[in-house]
């Protein structure tokens, strides 16, 4: 194999596991949601479901809550624990549930 086939079979591995490990920690991530909010985003209580909402309404809540221009008793301190990266991730993986 050649330096840069080589090169390029390291990088696509890398960007593999970079993603697998995306995935890993935007599920972790995800749990902490789901005492309210249910499994995986599916509600079963009197909470919203976060599962299938769209990425961009949900980052765009969660930038509301940080603000404080949506208040709400415990969202606004929870949104403020979270950096717009671990937002992504949720928002991504809230989408991608059915």
């Given at each position: 194999m050649s330096f840069s086939r080589l090169a390029l079979?390291?990088?696509l591995?890398?960007?593999c596991?970079?993603?697998q490990a995306e995935g890993r920690n935007a599920a972790l991530l995800a749990s902490s949601c789901a005492a309210c909010h249910g499994t995986?985003?599916?509600s079963v209580g009197g909470t919203p479901s976060?599962?299938?909402l769209d990425r961009l309404?949900?980052?765009?809540?969660m930038r509301l809550f940080q603000t404080g221009e949506r208040p709400?008793?415990?969202m606004m301190q929870h949104a403020l624990g979270y950096s717009?990266?671990?937002i992504r991730l949720m928002a991504d993986y809230f989408a991608a549930q059915k």
């Open positions: 079979a390291s990088f591995l890398l960007g596991i970079n993603l995986k985003g599916h976060l599962a299938g309404y949900f980052i765009e809540q709400a008793t415990v717009e990266e671990e």
